[in-house]
Each structure stands twice: as structure tokens, then as C-alpha cells.
Nanobody, 126 residues
Framework: QVQLVDSGGGLVQAGGSLRLSCAAS????????MGWFRQAPGKEREFVAA????????SYADSVKGRFTISRDNAKNTVYLQMNSLKPEDTAVYYCAAGPVYYSGVLQTIKSYDYWGQGTQVTVSS
């Protein structure tokens, strides 16, 4: 079992930056690949970024490539999402996710993840 707590969301103007954090507990953090997803009002949850267990591999949605950076600190049991050059269309609830245990790659589909944070709201004003 892994418990995930998302934080760092807020209101920011277009062009600004935010850093989201996701703190994990309950199991060995480095055993899990991690991902970030987002869900805008009236839309389905979508993939944003993923990172492998050791942090050596990452993957990004085309819509955020070059603007967002996913990273992790296994000593702090935390995964981050640095978001730069934010746009109004980035407005959504952002969720971190973990799993499956021991998988060494990066995954982009919702059903591939076993544990989810509660979400943190990001609002980008124009």
C-alpha cells in the first residue's frame, strides 16, 4: 500500500510557474514508477508526465513537453512536477500516481497505476 499526498497547486498568471509535490508513505518509494495526470472540468483525466523508479527515464505528454519537468527524490519519498510557462489550458486538478510495484519503465495510461493522490488544483489566469 502506498499513500500519496499532492500539494503545491494554486492560482498563477499565464506565463508563470508552479512546482507540485507528491509525498509518498507506506511502502518503499523507490519500488514504484510515478506519474502525474490532470483533469480539467468536463474532460477526462489525461497523462502529463511519468518517471521511472530510479529517475533515469521520463516521459511527457506533447502538450507539456519543454515546459514541465518531472523529477523525484527517493531519499525524501517525493516526486515533483515543475511547471513553467503555464497556459490557461493547463488549468486542472493534478494528481500524482504510483505503480505498479517493481516496474522499471514509464507508463502513460491511467489503468497502469495502482495508487493515487487526492489531487491539487492548478488555475492559470489569462
Amino acid at each position: 500500500q502506498v499513500q500519496l499526498v499532492d500539494s503545491g497547486g494554486g492560482l498563477v498568471q499565464a506565463g508563470g510557474s508552479l512546482r507540485l509535490s507528491c509525498a509518498a508513505s507506506g511502502s518503499t518509494f523507490s519500488n514504484y514508477g510515478m506519474g502525474w495526470f490532470r483533469q480539467a472540468p468536463g474532460k477526462e483525466r489525461e497523462f502529463v508526465a511519468a518517471i521511472s523508479r530510479g529517475g533515469g527515464r521520463t516521459s511527457y505528454a506533447d502538450s507539456v513537453k519543454g515546459r514541465f519537468t518531472i523529477s523525484r527524490d527517493n531519499a525524501k519519498n517525493t516526486v515533483y512536477l515543475q511547471m513553467n510557462s503555464l497556459k490557461p489550458e493547463d488549468t486542472a486538478v493534478y494528481y500524482c500516481a504510483a505503480g505498479p510495484v517493481y516496474y522499471s519503465g514509464v507508463l502513460q495510461t491511467i489503468k497502469s497505476y495502482d495508487y493515487w493522490g487526492q489531487g491539487t488544483q492548478v488555475t492559470v489566469s489569462s
